[in-house]
């Protein structure tokens, strides 16, 4: 592994390394195929599901990044949860936690009603429900810390040394934190699950994923099965997520300085009953936070007092957050994750999950927080929520569109005769 740092790897790991005219970035490879250097003489690529030149490189970044022995880079998220699935069989057990990412959930529930594995969903969050998991004898444990929407932490170290015991592996979804804040590697963790459309690539532009192997055994396992299934990722895909990782870390920095700040202004506002953001004093595993990650991200959820309307009303007039799925780009979205993300999940289970009415998850962009706080604020005392609905989601609306035509930049001779 290199001894350089994070910051350093993510930006330079492949630069220069075009042997024939030097070209600093790594060039674009598309064809599908590669000639053969002799008869039955392969050369190091031959086809391009099994191997390409700017899948290799960005596998090799992340690897190294999350200090793994081996880097797979597939065609979604969901694609690298799917992979890391392949290594059960249909006697095995998976133990998942209650709150995971909703595909990801959708996907092993699915699996399992067709009698593909064994699953048994648990509260990870709960130290006491660790023990459990030696009686299960799973063959392999899923984590995803912080998890979402909530933010809840599971105790990496802990849930290692109970995957040890009884001879588990033990796969984490990062994609909340991103190499840059956490490596659950570190840690005794054997696989690392990323969705790169989200802080990795950080633009919003290409969906991916990526699964990286502690040991290079089981990374070659992985691959071997990526190729068979072909779900490797696309070649165009690789080199922009790739252009995308190189400002990874000072992409996460503005990010959590920004969920900060929009953190502690909710906590401080008369029309949010809950904040959920693992880096506030208030929040119950602050000190695991600190113990296990190097930030706190840019992810912040918090409960708005009111109803489903209150809520409905607030997130359609917000005008400098876009109301959208997804996260870790640059620009803020905000959701409403019991009418969106979590929507497939039975009310039952999205209820258990803390996934209220009234729950909103923002994911921090990279604006001036300035500005996102002013928009929030002109937004909570519009719609004053929690107080009897003063204003209709309509009027919301119309008072956000109103703002936007009088903040609209008029254009006048002047500005157009410079062109
Ligand atoms: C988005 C996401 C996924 C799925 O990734 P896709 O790129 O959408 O297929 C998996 N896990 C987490 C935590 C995610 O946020």
């Not at 490596?183 to 969705?195: A, L, R």
Request: with cysteine; aromatic share 6%.
């Amino acid at each position: 592994m290199s001894e350089k740092n994070k910051a350093t790897i993510a930006v330079r790991h492949g630069i220069e390394a075009d042997k024939h005219h030097g070209a600093v970035v790594p060039p674009l490879y598309l064809s599908t195929t590669y000639s053969f250097a002799d008869f039955d003489t392969k050369r190091q690529y031959d086809y391009g599901r099994s191997g390409n030149p700017n899948r290799d490189i960005l596998a090799e970044t992340l690897a190294e990044l999350e200090g793994g022995a081996k880097g797979i880079i597939t065609a979604t998220g969901m694609s690298a949860v799917h992979l890391a699935t392949q290594l059960l069989n249909s006697d095995d057990t998976l133990v998942i936690p209650h709150d995971c990412y909703g595909g990801s959930y959708r996907l092993f529930t699915s699996l399992e009603k067709r009698g593909l594995l064994k699953l048994k969903v648990l509260d990870l969050t709960k130290s006491e429900n660790l023990q459990e998991i030696l009686a299960i004898k799973p063959k392999l444990i899923w984590i995803e810390t912080p998890s979402n929407p909530i933010l809840r932490l599971t105790d990496i170290k802990a849930i290692t040394s109970i995957a040890k015991q009884c001879g588990a592996l033990i796969a984490a979804d990062n994609t909340f934190l991103s190499p840059a804040l956490q490596n659950p590697i570190e840690f005794g963790v054997d696989i690392v699950v990323h969705s790169t459309t989200k802080y990795i690539n950080g633009h919003s532009d290409v969906v991916g994923g990526a699964v990286i192997a502690a040991t290079q055994e089981l990374g070659d396992e992985l691959a071997w099965w990526a190729n068979n299934i072909g779900i490797t990722g696309a070649p165009f895909d690789s080199y922009l997520t790739l252009r995308g990782l190189r400002t990874l870390n000072v992409r996460l920095k503005q990010h959590q300085e920004n969920a900060f700040a929009i953190a502690e202004y909710l906590e401080s506002s008369p029309y949010v009953s809950q904040v959920y953001y693992p880096g506030l004093a208030s929040h119950p595993q602050h000190e695991l936070a600190k113990a296990q990650q190097r930030g706190f991200g840019g992810m912040v959820s918090f409960d708005i007092k009111g109803d489903i309307n209150d809520a409905a009303a607030f997130l359609t007039s917000l005008k400098d957050f876009s109301l959208a799925e997804s996260l870790g780009g640059v620009e803020s979205l905000i959701c409403h994750p019991a009418t969106m993300t979590h929507a497939g999940m039975e009310p039952k289970a999205r209820l258990e999950a803390g996934v209220g009415d009234t729950l909103i998850r923002i994911s921090v962009g990279i604006e001036d927080v300035k500005d996102l706080i002013a928009d929030l604020d002109r937004v909570f005392n519009l719609v004053k929520p929690g107080q009897g609905l003063q204003v209709t989601k309509a009027e919301a609306k119309q008072a956000q569109q109103d703002t936007q035509q009088n903040a609209s930049f008029k254009l006048t001779p002047a500005h157009t005769a410079l062109w």
